[in-house]
């Protein structure tokens, strides 16, 4: 089958790449080559390469930047999802997407299931709940999935910003301060891409929106003591930071966060057969990763 990559260049397309390659031939697109913000643009590729497969891994994931241009996060989360949707239905194609935890407000004292009712407290959570909606109104076969803390070895994500900081502190000796309020599952991008390749590769694939997010839970401050602590273990880090944990009052951004990002994997796992990895399994083997 062919299948049209999103966003190849980012951290997730990065690994989709590598796993999708061996179920057909692979028509892989960056920004460069495909402008999301475009829609006549992105109709004509749609057209023109006549995929099987549309997977869209490209979004505009700068949270606190969302804040002042909520019109180019919505273009991309919300409207861009939207015309690929479309154009999959006119093909009978099957669109995958990812949407992510901050459709939540992290009210709920549990892990979220598809069932809970989306509630976003910033722009971009608001994009990518558009794009949610504008992929189920369309008709096409889709699978959503939705996602939480997400990282790897490419782009810029929370585990790269804290091996930077610890080899800073090496020098600095500067205590780091670590929000400890707000919870979920760190989901390393392989296991998703991997995951995404396995699901794909099935004869049949339901429709919907499913939870795909590692197993278990943590939060911003014990993921970076778990960074630190495998880090050194390896050999990354010569020393572990000293990491103070802080409140979400005590470090302030642009936009709000959920106080709980924990996602219900279960029905994912029910209709597929498929959960993820524990987060420190997705952690332990990335890093190992890193080191080559």
Not at 167 to 184: A, S, Y
Not at 218 to 241: C, M, N, V
Request: charged share 25%; net charge negative.
């Amino acid at each position: 089958m062919k299948i049209l990559l999103t966003g190849c260049g980012g951290q997730l397309g990065r690994e989709l790449k590598r796993s999708l390659a061996s179920l057909g031939e692979l028509v892989a697109c960056d920004r460069r080559q495909l402008d999301l913000t475009d829609p006549e643009a992105l109709r004509d590729a749609v057209r023109s390469i006549a995929p099987a497969v549309i997977v869209n891994a490209a979004a505009y994931t700068a949270v606190d930047k969302a804040e002042d241009e909520p019109a180019v996060a919505e273009a991309i989360n919300g409207v861009a999802p939207g015309i690929l949707a479309d154009e999959a239905r006119r093909l009978g194609a099957l669109l995958i997407h990812y949407s992510t935890d901050y459709v939540f407000d992290g009210a709920k004292p549990t892990p979220y299931t598809e069932d809970d009712t989306p509630a976003p407290l910033a722009a971009y959570g608001h994009s990518k709940r558009a794009g949610e909606l504008a992929i189920a109104a369309s008709g096409a076969r889709h699978l959503i999935f939705r996602t939480s803390w997400v990282y790897g070895l490419h782009g810029a994500n929370f585990m790269k910003t804290m091996l930077r900081l610890g080899r800073e502190w090496n020098e600095l000796r500067t205590p780091l301060r670590v929000v400890g309020d707000q919870i979920g599952a760190p989901t390393w991008t392989r296991h998703l891409a991997d995951a995404t390749a396995l699901i794909l590769g099935r004869r049949d694939t339901p429709d919907g929106l499913y939870h795909l997010a590692a197993a278990g839970e943590t939060s911003w401050h014990g993921y970076a003591e778990a960074i630190f602590s495998e880090a050194q273990r390896i050999g990354l880090l010569d020393k572990i930071p000293v990491v103070h944990r802080i409140t979400s009052a005590d470090y302030p951004l642009p936009a709000a966060r959920p106080a709980n990002s924990r996602l219900d994997s279960t029905r994912c796992q029910s209709d597929f057969g498929l959960a993820l990895p524990d987060w420190r399994t997705g952690l332990i083997d990335c890093l190992a990763d890193a080191r080559f």
